[in-house]
């Protein structure tokens, strides 16, 4: 028969289950906003029974019951939700970082407002036609030179921005770098760690949540690959392992980052993100800002120059020279002339050189700091303009004795319609609708970013609320499993004193017979 003792047993194996369950459930609770946390629970299961003589016959052994007890505290995971939560997260983080990315160029190019360049340019050319007005007025020619600085400036202003903008994303590339250095470390770290206390038998659930917060983090900044082999989390970037089990496998900075972006390896995250709107955006933003301020300044267009123009000595057009004779254009014709640059070239200005004859108009836009190719960053009004408005070119005819006709215009018109000249600006057209495409391609990709991180954020809503389902704390359900357990541990303790009492009777109440 079993020992008299034998119901003790069993209910201290009772009250010490509940009391771990209780422990777990309060641990639970506790953690119910701890970020990363993921709910406990204990597996309890029926102890091992004992065979006891008399239990069911009196011939042969029966099992009797030893009570309960806990085979483990399990943390409740689910890694196909894991899983889709980082692939999510990736793609998430990358759109919102392009959608902040347009949404700053947005910012810089200001479109539509009155500092904007296309209102600027705008500007510039109805000055032009404002002096075809009256050529010989300074305040009209000076009125010129202020739209032309206004229109450079603005065009250095952006494309500085631009610059910037382009610089900060480097620079925070490189941060991004440092992070995802320091989670891998501290991933191989994580490794060790539980495979040292798992390797004793027990579960290192605590640690297990640390490390998968980590990879959680760690998919915001970069698209990953997780695998769990037998010494923990495996992490690759697009074929390129990051760490295996208890070792970094690689160094992470900016340049490989880079380096993965260019090879297809890197597809989400944050860092994506940077990499995509720097090398994309951005730069194909810089190149048509400079490809717009380079076009006007000295791109193709075809003008009509007017019957009786006179051109300067030595003009070459469509591979024709004008001298002599030659020079003065007995019908109108049609030529290509280099953007503002050249056209001005062609014309007279109020100012007579040493030789007693009218100067021709220098090339009204240059390249700062020396550079011989303009861009939007460098795109200056020539310095002596600058210095002195008379030399702005507005006449192209000239009289019989080489001065400038009085009063003559034709310059300044030509120059007033370069605002409709049909340029190539990647394709042939207008500044001006270059400029509009530009702009309506920048609202276009916004838009698009916008969709796809609205979308993004969806999917990931849902899958963290799925998530959450599985691994966070519900308060209403652990306080139903604090009750459970409350009422088990308080049913073992009145067993153990039930049985403390039958016990006590059996020893001081029986064999006192002739005391």
């Not at 309960?68 to 990736?90: G, H, P």
């Not at 836009?365 to 002596?384: Q, R, Y």
């Not at 030399?391 to 006709?405: E, N, Q, Y």
């Amino acid at each position: 028969m079993a020992s008299t003792f034998h119901s003790i047993e069993t209910a201290k194996r009772s009250l010490f289950t509940q009391t771990t369950a209780l422990n777990t459930t309060g641990h639970n609770i506790s953690n119910a906003n701890t970020e990363g946390y993921s709910r406990q629970v204990v597996n309890m299961k029926a102890a091992s029974s004992i065979e006891a003589f008399g239990v069911n016959r009196s011939n042969a052994p029966g099992q009797l019951g030893t009570g309960v007890e806990f085979s483990n505290i399990e943390r409740i995971r689910e890694s196909f939700l894991d899983a889709q939560f980082r692939e999510e997260n990736s793609i998430k983080s990358g759109w919102d970082i392009q959608l902040g990315t347009l949404e700053k160029l947005q910012t810089i190019f200001n479109e539509p407002s009155d500092s904007g360049i296309r209102t600027v340019m705008q500007n510039f050319w109805n000055s032009w036609s404002d002096l075809s007005k009256d050529p010989e007025n300074i305040t009209a020619r000076t009125i010129v030179k202020e739209n032309a600085l206004a229109l450079t400036d603005a065009f250095n202003q952006i494309s500085r921005q631009l610059g910037q903008l382009q610089n900060d994303l480097t620079s925070n590339v490189e941060m991004k770098a440092g992070e995802v250095q320091n989670h891998l470390t501290s991933i191989a770290d994580l490794n060790r760690s539980i495979a040292k206390i798992e390797g004793l038998g027990d579960n290192a659930n605590d640690l297990r949540d640390q490390r998968d917060l980590l990879t959680d983090k760690l998919s915001k900044i970069i698209g990953i690959t997780v695998a769990n082999g037998e010494q923990g989390y495996s992490i690759s970037m697009g074929g390129q392992i990051l760490v295996e089990g208890f070792e970094v496998a690689a160094t992470v900075n900016g340049a490989t980052l880079t380096a993965a972006f260019a090879g297809g390896g890197l597809t989400g995250g944050e860092v994506y993100g940077m990499l995509r709107s720097r090398d994309v955006y951005v730069s194909d933003y810089t190149q048509k800002l400079d490809l717009l301020a380079r076009t006007m300044a000295e791109g193709d267009v075809k003008m009509t120059l007017p019957k009786g123009s006179v051109l300067p000595e030595g003009t070459v057009l469509d591979g024709v020279t004008y001298t002599g004779v030659s020079r003065v254009l007995t019908e109108d014709i049609q030529v290509t002339v280099k953007g503002l640059n050249g056209l001005h070239q062609l014309g007279y200005s109020m100012q007579n050189g040493p030789d007693g004859k009218p100067l021709t108009g220098p090339p009204f836009f240059s390249a700062s700091g020396g550079s011989s190719l303009i861009t939007a960053g460098n795109i200056s009004l020539n310095s002596t303009i600058l210095d002195n408005p008379a030399l702005i070119a507005t006449s192209l005819k000239t009289s019989g004795d080489g001065s400038v006709v009085k009063g003559n215009n034709t310059l300044a018109l030509l120059m007033s319609k370069l605002n409709t000249g049909k340029f190539n600006v990647g394709t042939s057209g207008t500044l001006d609708s270059a400029y509009a495409a530009l702009i309506g391609q920048l609202g276009v990709q916004t838009q698009e970013a916008a969709r796809q991180a609205d979308n993004s954020n969806s999917l990931l809503t849902q899958v963290d609320m799925r998530r959450q389902s599985v691994s966070g704390v519900s308060l209403d359900e652990e306080m139903s499993e604090l009750l459970k357990f409350q009422h088990a541990y308080n049913a073992a303790a009145r067993f153990m004193t039930t049985f403390d009492e039958l016990l006590n009777k059996l020893i001081t109440g029986t064999g006192v017979v002739g005391r």
